[in-house]
């Protein structure tokens, strides 16, 4: 029996459209079709690769409105928020246009003998294994790089977002992308580990959840494959004692419910300084309060629904163990009846040691803890297994930056909202994920470099 992938739209829970998934025959053939093109794509000069990237990205800015609607329909990403999504994976071809020449430029190298540089060489067929939650933005991130580097790229997206899985790939090959250069496969997750048990890719890259992380690593481990793994965060967003209170509270909201919830890098865990945390709970549940939750194709809509049930049946779960374990509803905390997969801003209360600041909470749930001074918001912030973003919220700029070094993580923000940047490297330590995306660090992940010494 052949295996499906359904695109429903988690607002109204309406099929859109169902789609057959490749079989392990047929998956085989298609990589092969793209392992023969490798030679031709790589041999280009680079800046021919590079125009096809940026005509990619002109495609995009004239029909963001388009890719918005379907991340919206497919996964719930309020439109304002589809838009921007779309723009900026517009961003990151241009800002690879720019610079990835002199990125891969060979690197000279004064040693004893006539000449020594370092040359990065494509390292062949990446599989990019992509999650469901920025469908169009964690795509370009992995395979906008590569590309240009001149790999081949595979995509094997999350199940519930085909419709934006195959635009992709219509996009790439409408800016002038040679076809099998950049090849979405509709397969299960039991094909993704056969394809690099089969000795048919080079390279894997993928975002998603720590256990799925720890397959594909281990998969990949075996066989001897270049990865790159972008798993989950429970980043602390720290608010110190003189920080700017309404502020942080404004744009905390945005930080732990942008994208619905959903998202690697939103604010998790809010630890407070107990000199402020009275004032900064009144002005957090406000301002949650004042957020309109609803159709996510309307302009005015923050919080849409959860992109799938299971994953609001998930929440609740998370929920219900924080409570029993002592947390304090402060305001939302119940799923929102009627069609589509909606659930209330959720802001808790929480004591250190709650099982739930050991978790990653993937929805529209804020939880709180109170710190009696900085040493202890520090040592809670670094008490998880996760280490992807973090943020610092103090007008002492100097000690920001001292607390910045001592926070184990990817990323750190002063007084901003975790974000990614084409320009600044993106990942995360210990169970957060494995190498780096974007800027040069980036896109030096996936080629050979060469060393290579003449006399």
Known sequence: MTDKMNSINPATEELMKSFDCLNEVETIEEVKKSRKIIEEWKKKPISERLRVLKKAGDIIKKNSRRYGELMTNEMGKPIKQAIGEAEKCAWVCDYYFENAEKFLADEIVQTENKKSFVAFEPLGIILGVMPWNFPFWQVFRFAVPALAAGNVCLLKHSSNVPQCALAIEELFLEAGLPRNVFKTLLI?????????????????????????GKRIGEVAGRNLKKFVLELGGSDPFIVLEDADVKFACETGVNARFQNNGQSCIAAKRFIVHEAIAGEFKEKIVKFTKEFPV??????????????????????ERQLKMAVGNGAKVLTGGKRISGKGYFFEPTVIEVKPGNPILDLETFGPLMTIVVGKNTEEIIKIANSTEFGLGASIWTNDLKKAEELARRIDAGLVFVNGMVKSDPRLPFGGIKKSGIGRELSHYGIREFVNIKTVVIN
Do not use: C, H, Q, Y
């Open 188 to 212: 299960s997750g039991r094909d993704t580990g056969i394809i690099i048990e089969k000795d048919l890719v080079d390279g894997v890259s993928l975002t998603g959840s720590v256990e799925a």
């Open 294 to 315: 609803g159709d996510p194709s309307d302009e005015k809509t923050i919080i849409g629904p959860l992109a799938r049930d299971d994953l609001r049946v998930d929440l």
